[in-house]
Nanobody, 119 residues
Framework: QVQLVESGGGLVQAGGSLRLSCAAS????????MGWFRQAPGKEREFVGS????????NYADSVKGRFTISRDNAKNTVYLQMNSLKPEDTAVYYC????????????WGQGTQVTVSS
């Protein structure tokens, strides 16, 4: 059974930083591109960024470029989202997801972790 478990969310002041983690189990980690998404209240879920297995090519939404960094520890089956210079508009539930290499859709999703940025 595939599980993706996010952690690291919380409340932070604008300009602060948080690091989210997503631990994956039940899948062959190297076979998946890992992505981060977020959903703010009343808004649709949006793509934040992703990282491939090898090479570890990353891709980011324009709204987070230069502030967020995705990395992965393949030995720990864990992907990270380092968020710096946080803004109130970054407030959302953040989800990690796994996309099988070559697939169009993300196959597996975590339960989400809340990030709240106060002004």
């Amino acid at each position: 059974q595939v599980q993706l478990v996010e952690s690291g969310g919380g409340l932070v002041q604008a300009g602060g930083s948080l690091r989210l983690s997503c631990a994956a189990s039940g899948l062959i980690f190297r076979s998946y591109t890992m992505g981060w998404f977020r959903q703010a209240p009343g808004k649709e879920r949006e793509f934040v960024g992703s990282i491939r297995w090898s090479p570890a090519v990353t891709n980011y939404a324009d709204s987070v470029k230069g502030r967020f960094t995705i990395s992965r520890d393949n030995a720990k089956n864990t992907v990270y989202l380092q968020m710096n210079s946080l803004k109130p508009e970054d407030t959302a539930v953040y989800y990690c997801a796994a996309q099988f290499v070559g697939a169009v859709r993300y196959d597996y999703w975590g339960q989400g972790t809340q990030v709240t940025v106060s002004s």
